[in-house]
């Protein structure tokens, strides 16, 4: 799975590789309050949340589509919003 690093931790996106519905992954995301990051051999506990509205295409358009023009073409396959998340460290 890709990821781009971001101020508050890990941005992650669903394009499900332009399937029509999000991928089990992200719903998966959405279900959970911590989830473990393998990032090579180091584990990290995180926790996601969910981006909506400005934050969200934010997210998308700056960030996600200026890294890799290309990743649109998924969003145009499976004519629905591309969900989008950023997975925070949990504090301890």
């Known amino acids: 799975m ?3 690093e971001a ?3 890990l941005l992650v996106w669903g394009t499900g590789s332009g399937s029509r519905r999000d991928p089990d ?3 998966n995301l959405r ?3 911590v989830t473990d990051v393998q990032l090579g051999a180091k584990h990290v506990r995180m926790r996601p949340r969910e981006l909506t509205g400005v934050e969200r295409r934010t997210a998308w358009t700056d960030v996600i589509l200026r890294e890799d023009p290309g990743i649109g073409r998924f969003a145009t396959k499976a004519k629905r919003t591309i969900p989008v998340a950023v997975l925070e460290p949990e504090q301890r």
Do not use: N
């Open 7 to 9: 101020p508050d931790g």
């Open 2 to 4: 890709r990821y781009l």
């Open 25 to 27: 992954w992200f719903r």
């Open 31 to 33: 279900a959970v309050e």
